[in-house]
């Protein structure tokens, strides 16, 4: 007998459609049985838009309860505008990699905050826990925020929160911490245990008598301290007080009932916002320790001619924008910084303007001098003649003269995110 004929299986391996399939060389491309083509749809919670696999906003929706069906992925979640009025620990717990949380203007108390609620979120960036419940958060769990070593933003502006509903470990561990707003809330003194790392304080809006240097020993890489609308009074900030602060850029104390220049302020500051406040005076040496000063503004308080010290200014060679408006003044002051570029001096009580006080102002921009008494024939001559980069220059006539429109004013020029009046 021949060989057995090998025909049949040269047939079957004719016969097949490609290759034989070999472990680990299958098409992953190719949907297998069961299997489509299309992707599947990202989870996204019910009326929630997802743009990105990592963004969840749930916007404005009137939610009562928080949404679950969150993707794991997420990292910006926004719920703002919405009536939840707790926070789950357990549908938190799943968005460890939350970067950025948004839930202002909710109704979450302070019974809605549990102590653990952010325990997981170690990956935070920026939290908003502000305008809620009509303003009833009143304390911050102790501990809450002891694991957002990466929190670089908290807005916690709009509450309820007093003194004894912080401690000193509340920001300690905030080792990230750039910018903290606790504006709108009831306290009286300045936290402690702030972060080193902290660069933007803001405090306005609050009850606070007091500024204790001991406060800001932790703070010292500060840079604007916000303090407008608070009750510091004549003796709220002693000598010494912002030692720590080397750093200080701008210093915002609106509205707190100052009666001079506060002493001994840090020797870099650049930016002195001291409107509607009570000073009187200014002497020699008020402004002797901030040489730096390249704006300062007095605008409305109660400054008289008499009382404005004729070497007042003459530290002040990087000034730059000087604010006197809405004061007692019934002349120029003297001694005037010769690199000012703005000047304000309107709705005072100004009666002439000669040439002597502006002697030297060659870089004087903007010089305004709305609603005082002047009259064309108070000016005397030669009283433009230094003014040779005068571009703007608002009416001088007194306000009763027919259609004389009043001059605008120019706002605080600090940076907008710290404009809250």
Known sequence: MG???????????????????????????????????????????????????????????????FPDNIT?????????NNQLQELPYNELSRLSGLRTLNLHNNLISSEGLPDEAF???????????A??????ISKVPRGALSRQTQLRELYLQHNQLTDSGLDATTFSKLHSLEYLDL?????????????RTLAILHLGRNRIRQVEAARLHGARGLRYLLLQHNQLGS??????????????HTLHLYGNGLDRVPPALPRRLRALVLPHNHVAALGARDLVATPGLTELNLAYNRL??????????????????????????????????????????QRNQLRMLEPE???????????????????????????WHELQALQVRHRLVSHTVPRAPPSPCLPCHIPNILVSW
């Not at 297998?32 to 990202?42: F, I």
């Open 183 to 195: 504006s709108h809330n009831q306290l009286t003194t300045v936290p402690a245990g702030l972060p």
């Open 72 to 80: 794991r992925a997420a990292q910006h979640l926004s719920l703002q």
């Open 304 to 345: 008289a001619s008499a009382h404005v010290h004729h070497r007042a200014f003459r530290r002040l060679r990087a000034l730059r924008s000087l604010d006197l408006a809405g004061n007692q003044l019934t002349r120029l002051p003297m001694g005037l910084p010769t690199g000012l570029r703005t000047l304000q001096l």
């Open 3 to 65: 060989r057995p004929t090998q025909w049949p299986s040269l047939l079957l391996l004719l016969l097949l459609p490609g290759p034989l399939p070999v472990a680990g060389m299958e098409d992953a491309a190719f949907p297998h049985l069961g299997e489509s083509s299309q992707p599947l749809p990202r989870a996204c919670p019910l009326r929630c838009s997802c743009p990105r696999v990592d963004t969840v906003d749930c916007e404005g929706l009137d939610l009562r309860v």
């Open 131 to 136: 305008h809620n419940k009509n303003n009833l």
């Open 235 to 248: 003796s709220g900030l002693p000598a010494g007080a912002l030692r720590p602060l080397r750093g200080l």
């Open 119 to 129: 325990e997981s979120l170690t990956q935070l960036q920026h939290l908003c826990v």
């Open 357 to 383: 006080p502006l002697a030297g102002l060659d870089q004087l921009r903007e010089l305004s001098l709305a609603h005082n008494r002047l009259r064309v024939g108070d000016i005397g001559p030669g009283t």
